[in-house]
């Protein structure tokens, strides 16, 4: 079983920037895709930012061009890095890894428990 746990979350005002931080109890290099989803009231969990493990990227339109997503496979370790954040990108983030050399699937992942991100107007 893989564990998943997060950090980083917080409050922060429009314009600013976050990065929240994913570690995995075992080795993420070469088998595993993994991501970030983001889900707040309302609303259906959308898929934001995920890497495969050969590192191709995929980004949700809506953070396009303001989130970056990196991984550290020597420390176990999934990051999505946020600028110029927005209120609607008030969320709960959860990361997750899917064992897989293909695309990340949400349907097969493990998840993390979420981190609250906050942004104020």
């Known amino acids: 079983q893989v564990q998943l746990v997060e950090s980083g979350g917080g409050l922060v005002q429009a314009g600013g920037s976050l990065r929240v931080t994913c570690e995995a109890s075992?080795?993420?290099?070469?088998?595993?895709?993994l991501g970030w989803y983001r889900q707040s009231p309302g609303k259906e969990r959308e898929l934001v930012a995920a890497?495969?493990?050969?590192?191709?990227?995929y980004y949700a339109d809506s953070v396009k061009g303001r989130f970056s997503i990196s991984r550290d496979n020597a420390k176990n370790t999934v990051y999505l890095q946020m600028n110029s954040l927005k209120p609607e990108d008030t969320a709960i983030y959860y990361c997750?890894?899917?064992?897989?050399?293909?695309?990340?699937?949400?349907?097969?992942?493990?998840w993390g428990q979420g981190t609250q991100v906050t942004v104020s107007s």
């Open positions: 997750a890894a899917d064992r897989t050399r293909g695309d990340l699937n949400s349907n097969r992942a493990y």
């Open positions: 075992r080795r993420t290099s070469g088998a595993y895709a």
């Open positions: 890497i495969r493990w050969n590192g191709g990227a």
